[in-house]
C-alpha cells in the first residue's frame, strides 16, 4: 500500500511544475486542446494544448516504470503504438466530464486513471 501511494504522488508530482493543479485545471486545458486541434488552431488555445499534452507525456512516461507496481486492477495497458495524444485528451475530457466528484485530485493521477479506465489490462 505505502509503494501504490508513493507512485501516485510521485506521478502527480512529475505531470506538472504546480502543486495546485487539479482536475478542474486538466479538463480546462485539455478542452482547449481538443478545441485547438480540431479547429487547426483557430479555437481553443496552445497553452492548454501545450498543459494537456505535458501532462499526458508525463504521465505516459512515468507509467511504463510504475506500472508493474500497481496491483494488477490498476495497471494500464496502453495498445501499440500508443494512441496519439489528442485521443489521450479526449480521452481525459471525457472521464473528467463523466466523474466530476474526483475534479479535486491532481491532474497527473486523474489522467492516469483515465487512461486506466480506458486501457485497462487483459486479466
Not at 42 to 47: D, F, H, L, P
Not at 75 to 99: E, H, M, Y
Request: hydrophobic share 40%.
Amino acid at each position: 500500500m505505502k509503494a501504490w501511494i508513493g507512485v501516485v504522488a510521485l506521478v502527480g508530482l512529475a505531470a506538472c511544475n504546480h502543486a495546485v493543479a487539479d482536475g478542474n485545471d486538466l479538463l480546462k486545458q485539455c478542452q482547449a486542446m481538443v478545441g485547438f486541434v480540431d479547429s487547426d488552431g483557430k479555437k481553443g488555445s496552445s497553452y492548454g494544448a501545450g498543459y494537456c499534452m505535458g501532462v499526458i507525456a508525463g504521465v505516459v512516461g512515468l507509467r511504463s516504470v510504475t506500472n508493474p507496481t500497481f496491483p494488477s486492477e490498476y495497471q494500464t495497458c496502453l495498445p501499440t503504438p500508443s494512441p496519439p495524444t489528442i485521443q489521450a485528451a479526449r480521452i481525459a475530457v471525457k472521464f473528467l466530464r463523466d466523474n466530476p466528484e474526483k475534479l479535486n485530485l491532481d491532474d497527473g493521477v486523474l489522467m492516469l486513471m483515465a487512461l486506466q479506465r480506458a486501457f485497462p489490462c487483459k486479466k
